[in-house]
T-cell receptor, first 111, second 113 residues
Framework: DAKTTQPPSMDCAEGRAANLPCNHSTISGNEYVYWYRQIHSQGPQYIIHGLKNNETNEMASLIITEDRKSSTLILPHATLRDTAVYYCIVRYTGTASKLTFGTGTRLQVTL | DTAVSQTPKYLVTQMGNDKSIKCEQN?????MYWYKQDSKKFLKIMFSYNNKELIINETVPNRFSPKSPDKAHLNLHINSLELGDSAVYFCASSQVGTGERYTFGSGTRLTVV
C-alpha cells in the first residue's frame, strides 16, 4: 500500500471550512484514497473514500487531483465535535489488503 | 443497537495472567480485524479474519491467539500478559467488495500491572 504524508496538526475556526491535505505521490492506479478520523480515544470512524473522481457525502467532500498524487478532505462547516485525528490512507480493496494507519493530522477546531 | 461491540471495555490485570477480549458485529460483514493502539496512539493491525479464516497475521507474539467461531465473532486471547501489552485494542469489521468501509468498536483498554 502506498504511503501518505499529512501535516501533523491544523487549526480551524468553528463554522469555517477545514481543508486537510494529503500527499500520496506513489499511489497505484487501482488504489483508493480513504479518510478516517479518531475522536479522542474512540474507535476510528470512516468518513469518505474515492478512486479518481471527487466524492461528497453527508460528512465531507474528497477532492482528488487529476494525477491522483494528492487529495484534500473538506469539512464544509467545522464544529467543535470535528476535533479529531484525521487519517488519509491509500489501499487496494480485497481481503489481503490492510487498512494501515499513519500518524494523521490532528485537527483542532476552536471557537 | 451497537454495530461492533467489544467486551470488556476496561480490563486491569496482573502480569502473567491470561485474558480474553470478545468482539461481535451485527452488520453481516465477512471480515473482522483486531488493531492495537499503544500509548503513542499508533494504530497497528494485528489480525484479520475473512469468513472465519485467518487472512492477515502481523508480527505479533504467539501469546496472542485470535479465534473466530463464526463470521460475526472474533475473540482475542492473550496468554502470560506483559506490561508492554497495555494498550487499547480495537475490533473492526468490513465487507469485501462494497467500498470496504471498516466499522470499529469502541475499544478495550487493557492495563497490565
Amino acid at each position: 500500500d502506498a504511503k501518505t504524508t499529512q501535516p501533523p496538526s491544523m487549526d480551524c475556526a468553528e463554522g469555517r471550512a477545514a481543508n486537510l491535505p494529503c500527499n500520496h505521490s506513489t499511489i497505484s492506479g487501482n488504489e483508493y484514497v480513504y479518510w478516517y478520523r479518531q475522536i479522542h480515544s474512540q474507535g476510528p470512524q470512516y468518513i469518505i473514500h474515492g478512486l479518481k473522481n471527487n466524492e461528497t457525502n453527508e460528512m465531507a467532500s474528497l477532492i482528488i487531483t487529476e494525477d491522483r498524487k494528492s487529495s484534500t478532505l473538506i469539512l464544509p462547516h467545522a464544529t467543535l465535535r470535528d476535533t479529531a485525528v484525521y487519517y488519509c490512507i491509500v489501499r487496494y480493496t480485497g481481503t489481503a489488503s490492510k487498512l494501515t494507519f499513519g500518524t494523521g493530522t490532528r485537527l483542532q477546531v476552536t471557537l | 443497537d451497537t454495530a461492533v461491540s467489544q467486551t470488556p471495555k476496561y480490563l486491569v490485570t496482573q502480569m502473567g495472567n491470561d485474558k480474553s477480549i470478545k468482539c461481535e458485529q451485527n452488520l453481516g460483514h465477512d471480515t473482522m480485524y483486531w488493531y492495537k493502539q499503544d500509548s503513542k496512539k499508533f494504530l497497528k493491525i494485528m489480525f484479520s479474519y475473512n469468513n472465519k479464516e485467518l487472512i492477515i497475521n502481523e508480527t505479533v507474539p504467539n501469546r496472542f491467539s485470535p479465534k473466530s467461531p463464526d463470521k460475526a465473532h472474533l475473540n482475542l486471547h492473550i496468554n502470560s500478559l506483559e506490561l508492554g501489552d497495555s494498550a487499547v485494542y480495537f475490533c473492526a469489521s468490513s465487507q469485501v467488495g462494497t467500498g470496504e468501509r471498516y466499522t470499529f468498536g469502541s475499544g478495550t483498554r487493557l492495563t497490565v500491572v
